[in-house]
């Protein structure tokens, strides 16, 4: 059984994460174009994926839109 999870930035769904079973890890899906880059990326726990995505939007000035 998968395991996942929705990740908001600044009020905005900007993807999920999920975990297939047998996985360790996380993989991040884009909802929104703007987060893209970080599409396929694995994280090791769902924390770890918002911290990054939260920093990815201050680096480009995403959370402000």
């Given at each position: 059984?998968?395991?996942?999870?929705?990740?908001?930035?600044?009020?905005?769904?900007?993807?999920?994460?999920?975990?297939?079973?047998?996985?360790?890890s996380f993989r991040f899906h884009s909802a929104v174009k703007e987060y893209r880059a970080l599409?396929?990326?694995?994280?090791?726990?769902?924390?770890?994926?918002?911290?990054?995505?939260?920093?990815?939007?201050?680096?480009?000035?995403?959370?402000?839109?």
């Open positions: 059984m998968s395991e996942g999870y929705s990740i908001e930035i600044a009020d905005e769904l900007v993807g999920i994460i999920v975990r297939a079973s047998g996985e360790r599409d396929g990326q694995n994280f090791p726990r769902p924390e770890v994926a918002e911290r990054a995505l939260r920093d990815y939007a201050r680096r480009k000035h995403l959370a402000a839109r």
